[in-house]
């Protein structure tokens, strides 16, 4: 059975800082990762789908990378700002379950 | 677009009540799921349908739990009879074609049971 997780479960930092998400999953054999945003009392917006063969993928000031060998994804967020205030999770698309299995996700404050 | 629409936004409801929620997904999908999100649990799962047809439903929860999709633009997710346990926000979520795509998710029900 597919495990995500996330570490660190919160993160607090100061505006302009670059930053780190991390995301791992005990099954390598997957079909993709995607990483997503959520926003309190809203949905999930995906921010980036890297494919299994990807070894990163980039939007702006996010930029998110793959190793499947070692079972882990980056997400980085560069010059952070307020705005990117919310919980950001990881999901794991294939493996064992023809499926995306979802990490608990990380908190993040981005503080003025 | 509209985006994926789900009603209502938010349900209270006594325990063993039914309980009825409802997603149109974007128009020109074909994949649709239903997910759960719990403090505990995080995000699971429940049912996926593709072309309207249900693929993998291991992760509805019982008996009491069943949903449906009778044409490409209505899903209905029901409960009956409902428990406290089942309190949670409920998504749904819609893809082109498939669970390997992109998933786009509506802003969810949260859901109650007193």
């Known amino acids: 059975k597919q495990e995500v997780t996330q570490i660190p479960a919160a993160l607090s930092v100061p505006e302009g800082e670059n930053l780190v998400l991390n995301c791992s999953f005990t099954d390598s054999a997957i079909y993709n990762l995607q990483w997503f945003r959520q926003d309190p009392g809203k949905g999930l917006t995906s921010l980036l789908l890297i494919q299994s063969s990807q070894r990163e993928q980039t939007s702006g000031r996010l930029n998110a990378s793959l190793d499947k060998s070692s079972g882990r994804s980056t997400l980085y967020i560069a010059a952070s700002q307020p705005g990117d205030s919310a919980t950001y999770l990881c999901a794991v698309g294939g493996g064992s379950n023809y499926k995306l299995t979802f990490g608990k996700g990380t908190l993040l404050t981005v503080n003025p | 677009d509209a985006g994926v629409i789900q009603s209502p936004r938010h349900e209270v409801t006594e325990m063993g009540q039914e309980v009825t929620l409802r997603c149109k997904p974007i128009?020109?999908?074909?994949?649709l799921f239903w997910y759960r999100q719990t403090m505990m649990r995080g995000l699971e799962l429940l049912i996926y349908?593709?072309?309207?047809?249900?693929?993998?439903d291991s992760g509805m929860p019982e008996d009491r739990f069943s949903a449906k999709m009778p044409n490409a633009s209505f899903s209905t997710l029901k409960i009956q009879p409902s428990e406290p346990r089942d309190s949670a926000v409920y998504f749904c979520?819609?893809?082109?074609?498939?669970?390997?795509?992109?998933?786009?998710f509506g802003p969810g029900t949260r859901l109650l049971v007193l």
């Open positions: 349908f593709n072309n309207n047809v249900p693929i993998d």
């Open positions: 128009s020109g999908h074909n994949s």
């Open positions: 979520a819609s893809s082109r074609q498939g669970w390997e795509e992109t998933q786009y």
